[in-house]
Nanobody, 127 residues
Framework: QVQLVESGGGSVQSGGSLRLSCAGS????????MGWFRQAPGKEREGVAAIGRDGNTNYADSVKGRFTISLDNAKNMVYLQMNSLKPEDTAIYYC?????????????????????WGQGTQVTVSS
């Protein structure tokens, strides 16, 4: 059962931008932490960014300065703005939510801390 729905993925050239969106009113409204994860072929799912309802954020070192996570509390939407995309950013991107305060702790990127997930959206970056 899909609780969250991602959109905005696609194919872009290196240096391009994409904006991912995550919808799931009930599962975002009841959550404290929202995260974006990604999984490339043959690799484990890794945390990309997370945001808490207090507005604090965490980012993976590989995306700092290029990606921005945001939360629209009024619309119960989570976004991931991705700029300066690189071929190594190619992956399926997943949105996830958790009722726990994870941002600011080492747990923000632990996928087992998140209760609800989307089915993912493909992002492909060509060189």
């Amino acid at each position: 059962q899909v609780q969250l729905v991602e959109s905005g993925g696609g194919s872009v050239q290196s240096g391009g931008s994409l904006r991912l969106s995550c919808a799931g009113s009930r599962y975002i409204y009841s959550s404290y932490s929202m995260g974006w994860f990604r999984q490339a072929p043959g690799k484990e799912r890794e945390g990309v960014a997370a945001i808490g309802r207090d507005g604090n954020t965490n980012y993976a070192d590989s995306v700092k300065g290029r990606f921005t996570i945001s939360l629209d509390n009024a619309k119960n939407m989570v976004y991931l703005q991705m700029n300066s995309l690189k071929p190594e950013d190619t992956a399926i991107y997943y949105c996830a939510s958790s009722p726990r305060r994870l941002v600011g702790t080492i747990l923000w990127s632990d996928r087992t801390e998140y209760n609800y997930w989307g089915q993912g959206t493909q992002v492909t970056v060509s060189s």
